[in-house]
């Protein structure tokens, strides 16, 4: 089964590259324009790695963060934060990992198959 992930971010540019790195990569791509976008299209799609820009207009990533931890079908989802003005201090904890901006292409890679595993690798037995 292929891994999915969903990248959230206000930036059109952003998120069809991470969406053509990824899928050259093998992951199927699902995407948001904002935190409440993200929400609404988590009630149908369980994705195995969320990539989440924290500044977005309307719900941020914190405020989508938050809403996202409080749902009881996603209780172990990895999320990404992403910024190129937030310290990742000033974030939940709780976050799998975060990553700067503008960051390395080789560099998200690597962290998303750190976090999830190889693309078509199904971690059931």
């Known amino acids: 089964m292929v891994k999915t992930v969903l ?3 206000d ?3 952003l998120r069809v590259l991470m969406r ?3 899928q050259d990569e ?3 791509v699902i995407d ?3 935190g409440r976008s993200m929400l609404e299209l988590l009630q149908g799609v369980h994705p195995d790695l969320v990539l989440m820009d ?3 207009p309307g719900v941020d990533g914190r405020e989508a963060y938050q809403a996202l931890r409080s749902r009881a079908d996603l209780p172990d989802l990895p999320v990404v934060m992403m910024s190129a003005a937030v310290l990742p201090s000033k974030l939940d904890p709780s976050i799998a990992a975060f990553l700067r901006k503008p960051f390395d292409l080789t ?3 690597e962290l998303v198959a750190h976090l999830i595993g190889p693309p078509d690798e199904d ?3």
Do not use: F, S, T
Request: hydrophobic share 60%; no cysteine.
């Open 107 to 109: 560099e998200l890679i």
């Open 54 to 56: 924290v500044m977005m």
């Open 123 to 125: 971690g059931k037995a």
């Open 20 to 22: 053509e790195i990824l």
């Open 32 to 34: 948001a324009a904002d």
């Open 26 to 28: 093998g992951y199927a």
């Open 11 to 13: 930036e059109p540019v």
């Open 7 to 9: 990248v959230v971010d």
